[in-house]
C-alpha cells in the first residue's frame, strides 16, 4: 500500500489500484507507520506527500517487493519441476551473435534458473557431459561415435584461414599446402591434447591453444596462421588487422559440423529441454 500511494499519488488512487476501500488503505499506511515508528506521509497538503524518512524508506519497500516477486517466482519454478542451474560448456568458436539472443529468451523463461556457461575445446566437452559435470555440450563435431553422448547436428560453421597482414603468406596471392608448411600453425587442442579432425596439422611448425580467441590474439600478433570461425574473423578482416588467406585447396569456406551433446542415459529438467530446443536455431 505504501509503494502504490507513493506511485499513485493518493490513498483514493491506490484504493483504486488494489481493489480496496480508501479507509482500508489509510488504516493500512498508519499501522505500517506505528510499526517503523515512522512518519511516511505530511498529510497536511490537499494529497500525501512523502515525508523525509519516508522517502529513505521507500527504496527498502520497494527491495523487499521485488524480493517477495523473486520468492513467488522461485516457488512457481520449483512446483514445475524446473532445475535450479542448467550448466553448458561451449566452445567458443560457436559463440554466434544469435547465442546472446537465445540466453536473454532463456532468461525471460526460466528467471530463477542459474546459467552456467563454461568455455571449453571441443574434444574436451565430451568427457564434461558424460562425467556430469555439465547438462549439455556445443561443439565443433567430431567424426568419431561415442555410445553414451547423443549428438544432435544443427549446422555448418564456416572457416576462413587467416593470418595477419604483415605475415609472410599475406603477400602470396595463391596459397598449395607446400607453401604452408614452413609456417607456424596454430590449432586448437584441448587439456587432453586432442585437436580437431577437420583441422589437421599441415605445418612443421604448431602452436596450440585451447581457445580460438586464444588463438586469434596469436594470430593478430603474426605469430603463425590458422583457421578461425568466419564470424569471428570477417570484422578483423575488414579492418585490415586480419588478412584472408587464398588457399588452393579451398574452393568453398571450410565448414566443419557443430552438434549438442547430451547425456544419453539422463533425464533432461525442462530448462534444458528447451534451451536443446533453442539452440538448435543457432544456426540458421
Aim: net charge negative.
Amino acid at each position: 500500500m505504501f509503494v502504490e500511494t507513493v506511485e499513485a499519488g493518493s490513498f483514493s488512487a491506490c484504493a483504486r489500484k488494489l481493489g480496496k476501500v480508501q479507509s482500508a488503505v489509510s488504516q493500512g499506511i498508519a499501522a505500517l507507520e506505528v510499526d517503523l515508528n515512522v512518519t511516511l506521509f505530511d498529510r497536511s497538503t490537499r494529497k500525501p506527500t512523502l515525508t523525509e524518512p519516508g522517502a529513505r524508506i521507500l527504496e527498502f519497500a520497494r527491495s523487499i517487493l521485488r524480493q517477495v516477486d523473486d520468492l513467488d517466482a522461485a516457488t512457481q519454478s520449483i512446483s514445475k519441476g524446473e532445475e535450479a542451474e542448467v550448466r553448458l560448456a561451449m566452445d567458443n568458436a560457436v559463440g554466434l551473435p544469435r547465442l546472446t539472443e537465445i540466453f536473454h529468451l532463456f532468461s525471460d523463461r526460466y528467471p530463477t534458473t542459474a546459467l552456467d556457461v563454461v568455455s571449453a575445446a571441443s574434444p574436451d566437452i565430451f568427457g564434461h557431459v558424460k562425467s556430469g559435470e555439465v547438462d549439455l555440450g556445443l561443439i565443433i563435431s567430431e567424426t568419431e561415435i561415442d555410445n553414451e553422448v547423443e549428438l544432435c547436428f544443427i549446422g555448418n560453421l564456416p572457416f576462413h584461414a587467416v593470418c595477419a597482414k604483415d605475415h609472410p603468406l599475406a603477400e602470396r596471392k595463391h596459397i598449395s599446402m607446400n607453401d604452408l608448411i614452413p609456417y607456424r600453425e596454430l590449432l586448437l587442442r584441448g587439456a587432453s591434447k586432442t585437436g580437431l579432425d577437420a583441422f589437421p596439422k599441415m605445418s612443421t611448425l604448431a602452436w596450440f591453444a585451447n581457445d580460438y580467441r586464444t588463438i586469434c590474439e596469436l594470430a593478430l600478433a603474426g605469430l603463425g596462421w590458422s583457421y578461425l570461425p568466419a564470424h569471428m574473423a570477417e570484422e578483423m578482416i575488414a579492418h585490415g588487422r586480419l588478412h584472408r588467406m587464398n588457399i588452393c585447396f579451398d574452393h568453398k569456406p571450410w565448414s566443419p559440423p557443430v552438434e549438442i551433446v547430451t547425456p544419453k542415459e539422463r533425464l533432461k529438467g525442462p530448462a534444458t529441454r528447451w534451451l536443446v530446443d533453442k539452440l538448435k536455431t543457432l544456426i540458421v
